[in-house]
């Protein structure tokens, strides 16, 4: 082999160590990055969730005070602290914005995280799926609109995130056990204060 050829081999074991010793390089700055960043987490996580839990405590009983004898929805057991957050995060989401078209797909992006490793976590954290919790949520703030007499069926549908009435009907009977128009008229209809009394508008 000549002396040029040799040289050249040299240079290339060189470049391929440095190479190497760069990707290691960067890995350990990757490790020392997230380790710091799950440090910090953890600190937080136990009193983010203490937040959270005395937000939730909050909400559920106004609900049931302005829905007597509704059932409340289902305090999301989780253990763990990152899957505890997540699952936070995404009832937090689907509280926000749950009148709005909502995929779990959608979730995912606005999270960072893999749709299907999301479905799993928040299965397991739950004992429901992620659109059973949406549709919960959903017709609980059904109920609570119905009770108003000035709101169509199909408004309420629309304002809680359906597209279609049929399907709201279906899925308020299946939770309910009657349709909307039945279940308000056994529950009552509760006037807004400063209202002009009106007879219910037909549906």
């Given amino acids: 082999m000549s002396r040029g050829a040799k040289s050249r081999r040299r240079r290339q074991g060189g470049f391929a160590r440095a190479a190497a010793l760069l990707r290691f390089a960067r890995r350990e700055l990757e490790l020392a990055l997230e380790a710091e960043a799950l440090k910090h987490?953890?600190?937080d996580g136990a009193r983010i969730r203490r937040a959270l839990e005395a937000d939730d405590r909050r909400l559920r009983r106004r609900l049931q005070t302005r829905v007597p004898g509704l059932e409340a929805v289902a305090p999301l057991p989780v253990t763990g602290e990152r899957p505890a957050r997540l699952v936070?995060?995404?009832a937090d989401y689907v509280r926000h914005h749950y009148h709005r078209p909502l995929?779990?797909?959608q979730?995912?992006?606005e999270l960072g995280m893999n749709a299907s490793y999301?479905?799993?976590?928040?299965?397991?954290?739950t004992?429901?799926?992620?659109h059973q919790y949406l549709d919960e949520v959903r017709l609980q703030k059904a109920c609570a609109l119905l009770h108003d007499p000035q709101n169509r069926v199909r408004e309420v549908a629309e304002r809680v995130g359906y597209a279609s009435g049929d399907w709201f009907r279906h899925a308020f009977k299946?939770?309910?056990g009657l349709a909307p128009s039945a279940w308000?008229?056994?529950?009552?209809?509760?006037?807004?204060?400063?209202?002009?009394p009106k007879k219910p508008p037909v549906i």
């Avoid at 308000?184 to 002009?196: D, Q």
């Fill in 41 to 43: 987490a953890l600190l």
């Fill in 88 to 90: 936070e995060r995404m």
């Fill in 103 to 105: 995929s779990l797909r």
């Fill in 107 to 109: 979730v995912a992006g």
């Fill in 118 to 125: 999301l479905s799993g976590v928040f299965s397991r954290a």
């Fill in 127 to 130: 004992g429901m799926t992620f």
């Fill in 174 to 176: 299946q939770y309910t």
């Fill in 184 to 196: 308000r008229g056994r529950n009552g209809e509760r006037r807004t204060p400063g209202r002009n």
